[in-house]
Each structure stands twice: as structure tokens, then as C-alpha cells.
């Protein structure tokens, strides 16, 4: 991928030093400015190039549609649920994340809680602080033997597992994506969760909040649960339904609950937080030096890195970028985005198309469909879509407009190439290229396989006509009464019926009409 160009970033929060330190050994511009309005923000935003964030800075729709030039949104943490990701998606922007700058500050946390919760620590230590001496009150009991319950198996649950272990804890767990065979080798039996419910002693969830996941714990769940469960919830405010925890507390049905997140924060219902058997904490997941610093760090570098066009981390809208940073992928995407032009000018007049298919060819491309089908439609969109169109946004913005799009490999050949197909009321039209000496080239355009592979650069004519003696002559004739000198001229290997030949000019034509009498179709167009 071609390197990004970020020159000025806005740090809107407080993170570690060395996040600003990094970035401007770099050579980025960093300006800084805490606790600003979201009227502020959308007033500030319109002048740089990235952004980075924690959790309390809200990147809203109306923030992500008033920036001209934002390319990047880095959030110095895990969750992203503060940036609204489908808005910078169809802008075109890139979000991420730092995905493991806190794990290990989360899972602590979350041990913390659990161990509290098991033996009444806070509570203690305020009845101490009260001048009493309540032994008999805080009567606990051994986490040695219990069943832990962790829902969601990624990093932080994957922690939380090995360290709660070291107590003799067993520990089971659901998630619907890591392999259950990959659990087991950290010591985590998975289950269903209608499995999972009636077996724990204590649960903890470690998921990111979304629909499948919201109320995740409710009436339904507790009711399943052993009698006296005891809840963590250090991930997201919402995955618990607070309304129903309330419930369960009150009824013993759940003994106690470790809360580092609300869905509101800070939470105005006080009742939860007030509640004598549970032990709250005004989100210190992350609060830690260590996670500051290495969030902080990694946000830094994966800006850096993405900038000079090393790799891609921590992308969670742009995973098809990924594989752009490997050789020799930047002029596959030209070809890519070349192709979609010249489908589209050689179809101007029969506007809009339906459906688009790509087929990717040859070993070289193997896992690089992904990319190649953005920068296909890229071209294809250009001067087309509303928005801008990049390798972030180009597959948003064809859903959107209808556009059915689909792809495909076929392996087995050791040349690479890329075929796209575009149907357009009823008829198809194609093209083939490939990148031979590191230019993108145009192979084959509907059906006309040409002599010599046309090279994707510069201005381009092309011309839907009958093979005649009379064309080139004519052709050139027409071009130096315009004052447009002819650099190359690419013909067909067939010769029967109607072909497209390619004609390589020094500059656009003011105007195709006088085409009109030689031709059946011209367009032009500059890659």
C-alpha cells in the first residue's frame, strides 16, 4: 500500500507522553487540547489529518461528515464504541484500536474483583474505617475448587483464565470465535451458554458490546444460574442488564456483582452501586501506569507504521488493508483501480451497473482478492459516488448504492491477473489485466484480447470499431487537427467484427464528437 500522508494530529485526551513524543520524532505535527465540547471538536477537527482519542471524546456522525482531511482515528485503547465506526467507514477513514495495550491491566482488575467479591474486602476495610470489628459479618469463602464462568475468550479473558487457575479455580468458557481446541490448551473448557449458566460459581464477561451481546446476563440467564452467583463485568456497561442484576441481587439469586463499567457513565441510578453486595469502580480497567504508557505507545506506532507503509495493526474497519503493505501490492491496486476507470468510461452512456464480479488469477494473488475487489470498485465509483472512494469505504459505498459485488480466486496459474465483470441492464461487460515489469496493463476489454498488453498510464482513447485499413490514418489525422500527439496505438489480435483498440495520447481531447463518423464508441480517461 502507498504510504499515508499524515501530517497533523489531534490528541483530544490525555495519553501517555511518549504517544506525542513518537509521533513528532516522525515528523507529524501534534497539537493537544483536553476536555473540548463537541461543537469544539467538529470546529477543530477540520484542520488535521488524525485523531486520537481514549473513551471520553465522542466521535460522532456529525464529527467524522465536518472533517475534510481525516484519515485516521486512533483510539489509545481496546473498545471503540465512542467512534462511530459505520459514519468513518463510508468517509473512508480508518479506525484502530490498540487491542492488547490493556489487557493485562483488565484482567488484574478483574481478578481484583472476583477475590473481593469472594471475600468482602471492601466492605471490611469501610467497617474497619468505621471503627468496627465485624468478623462474623464478612465470613467468606475459598475461590479453591469454584467454577468460573468466562464469556468471551480473547486476550483479557485469556489471562483472567490463567491467573484464576493459580487458585485452583476450574475454568470453563464460551466464545463464537475462538476454537474451542485453542481454549483447551490454556485450560478452558468450552460450552454453550445454556451449558455454561446452571454450572458457575462466578462469572465474568470479557466481550465487546453489540446487539448479540447486549443483556447478555438478564432474568432469563440468572434465573439458570446457580443460586448466589457472583458477577464481573470489566468489559462494557450493557452486556449485564443492570435492571435485572438489581433483581437478582435482591432476590440472592446473584450474591454479588464486581462492577467496573455502566451503561451510563457516570451512572445516575445509584441503586447498583449503592446495593451492599456490590463493589463498584468508576471504569480503572485501563487505569493503570503501564496500560497508559503502552496504549499510549502502541497507538503511536501503528500511526507511524501504517504513515511509512510497514504494515497495519489494530484496524478494526479496514482489515482488507492489511495485506496492502506486502511488495509489489501497490500496483496490483493501481491495476485494480485502473480497471474499474476504464470499465466505467467505456459504459458512461448506460449507467448505473449491478452487479460486479471479480475474479482474481494466480498464485501471486492468492489472499489478495479482498484488496483488489476495493480498489476495483474504486475506480468503478469514482465521479460516480457522493463520497470520496478509497480502499476503506469503496464496498460500503456499492452496498449502499446497490451494487451487488462479488469475488472470487482461481489458483493454478503463475501469472497473476485480475478479471472484472460489470453488468449493466441485461449486459455484461469485462476487462483483464494484469502488472507485468511492475505497470499495470489492460490484457483483454469485452472480449477484444489485445496484440501488445496496453500500459495503464497517462491518457488513454479507447475505440470500439470496425478493422479498416482507413482507421489509424484517420485516427492520426483527426488527433493533429486537434493538436494532440499520438504515443502509442494498441490494436486487437482479431480482426473480424466490431474490436476496441487503445490509443495513448499526450493530452485529452476537448471533444469526441468528431470521432462520431470513424467510430461506433469512443471514451478516454486519465490513470
Known sequence: MAPVSIKRIL????????CKKILQENGIQVTEKQNM????????????????VRSATKVTVDVINATDNLQIIGRAGTGVDNVDVDAATKKGIIVMNTPSGNTISAAELTCTLLMSLSRHVPQAAMSMKAGNWDRKKFMGAEMYGKILGIVGLGRIGKEVATRMQSFGMKTIGYDPIT????TATWGVEQMSLEQLWPQCDYITV???LMPSTAGLLNDTSFAKCKKGVKVVNCARGGIIDEDALLRALESGQCGGAGLDVFVEEPPKNRALVNHPNVISCPHLGASTKEAQARCGQ???LQIVDMVMGKGLVGAVNAQVLASTFSPGSHQWIKLGEAIGVVLK?????????SQVQITTQGDCLKGSSGYMTS????????????SCPNLVNSLSLAKESGILVTRNHSEGLTQGACEVEISVNGC?????GSVQGGVPVLLELNRSVFRQPVSLTGNLLFLKAAASPQLLPSVTGLLATAGVEMESFSAPAARNGDQWYCVGLSSLLGDLGALKPLVKEAAQLSV
Do not use: W
Open 345 to 353: 468510461s467505456c459504459t458512461t452512456s448506460k449507467q448505473p451497473f
Open 37 to 52: 465540547s463537541k461543537d469544539d471538536l467538529i470546529a477543530e477537527i477540520k484542520d488535521y489529518d488524525g485523531l486520537v
Open 11 to 18: 490528541i483530544s485526551e490525555s495519553v501517555d507522553p511518549c
Open 179 to 182: 476454537p474451542p481446541e485453542v
Open 375 to 386: 480498489a476495483v470498485m474504486v475506480g468503478l465509483l469514482t465521479d460516480v459516488s457522493t
Open 428 to 432: 455484461s461487460y469485462r476487462a483483464t
Open 298 to 300: 502502541d497507538i503511536a
Open 206 to 208: 470479557h466481550t465487546p
